[in-house]
């Protein structure tokens, strides 16, 4: 069941159509609500959009400057009236606007279905998430717990005589390393994708990084940085017993052993792994 979310937003509408963007629009006010399946616009008079007609979320391109504290959500969608591609742009309190995206991400993905393949086996189902986990449904079904997530990329694999497109998730099971590749249909496959990055984001900063220090914080930027435990100490004026027990912490909260942190790379959000086991020794 979809959650009814309702709040104001200052949006720009068309901010663009096709290939064109509108740089130059002036931003208005009004109310957004996403009703079941249907994100709905209100200032007067009512814009609605089926979740079945979006397009993209967040594509890439230019945006407008914003004020501290708030964020961005931009939609693509076709309009059936029209027959073009239009972009709604809405700006609010980024605590609204990341949970208004991920509401809208779970509503496009929820019905979509999937193949996955665990153990070399494929399966055809379907995907939803929680706080703290993914879950996957078909004859067989799989959970995996946020935390347990080593790796998260987009990758390509050999499927009959053809290379598929899919999403590759690492994760541990107990002692055993395992992994699940998601086959979604490649018009539907970069919602999958926002969706498992953001869960993954969101967990990251509402169960872990909640915990942690203005020190932790900055040692986590600095690892995903790529800076050596040497350079880290330096620049901090750590001793090796204060960065110790830091690093003890960190692993405690399972970011160094399974998912320090979400970094942007050329294939987008990638979990990566700076400490080994041994280096933890």
Known sequence: MQANILGEVDYIHPYGKGFMIYTDKEWSKGKVKLEGNT???????????????????????????????????????MSIKRRENIYLLLSAEE??????????????????????RVDEKWYSGTMSVAVNSIAFSSLKSFTINIED?????????????????????????????????VFVNPLKRMFFWQLITQVIDDYINTEIMANLSNLDRMIIHLLSKEWSYEDIMRKLELSEDEMASIVEKLAKYGIIRKIIILKLTDRGKKVITHISEGDLQ
């Open 95 to 116: 605590r609204f606007i990341r949970r208004l995206r991920l509401e809208i991400l779970k509503a496009i993905t929820s019905k979509t279905r999937i193949m996955f």
């Open 149 to 181: 997530i080593s790796n998260i990329e987009r990758t390509k694999i050999e499927y009959g005589f053809k290379k598929i497109g899919v999403i590759s998730i690492d994760f541990q099971q107990g002692k055993e390393n395992k992994n699940i590749k």
């Open 39 to 77: 994100l709905i616009l209100f200032d007067g008079e009512y814009l609605r959009i089926p979740v079945d007609y979006i397009l993209s979320i967040d594509k890439s391109i230019t945006l407008p400057a914003i004020r501290e504290g708030r964020a961005l959500l931009l939609v693509e969608y």
